[in-house]
């Protein structure tokens, strides 16, 4: 069982939106930055957002995320195929004293 | 541009010694600032942080495999390893080593660089 709760599965549309959410509690959303992550299965794992809103360079503005209170969220506009992936959200948690991840969400854009 | 890649054993046996090793290219292991560190991902689950080791040797691991997971770093061969005593069938995984960034554990900036995962079962 995950620390942090996330929907198993979301599909949408190729040009739609879709919202994946990340629930946890005061001790690691409500604490600390949350960061999400995109992995295709059997690839490196690619860095999303930072500090719950924040883009690394080359990733496109389609993808966003925010928090508030103990429970964040990534959106992503204008769907492709190409964004067919598991989306994992993750933070540090202050009372286990570990970097805690969801149960990630396997996107299928139809 | 920093690359992660993971070496180890395919398949190993119950109650043997997992060892893994994850070679950095493109970045100094000694650089400081960043804290390099093993995460698995269990079939059908979400991600699981196993630990972390900074370029100084100092290490933290996640509570739950305390006492059977050590890590050490080798900044001559840039390069960091991950050992797992007392392996499990639990604990086949795909295993990725990755670069945290952030100033832990006041401030978690993220997991900005990742190994390809090596894929790891223990059966007998």
């Known amino acids: 069982q995950s620390v942090l709760t996330q929907p198993p599965s979301m599909s949408a549309a190729p040009g739609q939106k879709v919202t994946i959410s990340c629930s946890g509690s005061s001790s690691n959303i409500g604490k600390n930055s949350v960061s999400w992550y995109q992995h295709v299965p059997g690839t490196a794992p690619k860095l999303l957002i930072y500090d719950n809103h924040k883009r690394p360079s080359g990733i496109p503005d389609r993808f966003s995320g925010s928090k508030s209170g103990t429970s964040a969220t990534l959106d992503i506009t204008g769907l492709q195929t190409g964004d067919e992936a598991d989306y994992h959200c993750?933070?540090?948690?202050?009372?286990?004293?570990?970097?805690?991840f969801g149960g990630g969400t396997k996107l299928t854009v139809l | 541009q920093v690359q992660l890649q993971e070496s180890g054993p395919g398949l190993m046996k119950p109650s043997q010694t997992l060892s893994l090793t994850c070679t950095v290219s493109g970045e100094a292991i000694n650089g400081g600032g960043y804290y390099w560190s093993w995460i698995r991902q269990l079939p059908g689950k979400g991600l699981e942080w196993i630990g972390y080791i900074y370029y100084s040797g100092s290490a933290h691991y996640n509570p739950s495999l305390q006492g059977r997971v050590s890590t050490s770093v080798d900044t001559s061969g840039n390069r960091f390893s991950l050992k797992l005593n007392s392996v499990t069938a639990a604990d086949t995984a795909v295993y990725f080593c990755a670069r945290v960034r952030g100033v832990l554990p006041y401030y978690f900036y993220g997991v900005d660089v990742w190994g390809q995962g090596a894929t790891v079962t223990v059966s007998s």
């Open positions: 993750g933070t540090w948690d202050t009372s286990l004293s570990a970097v805690v």
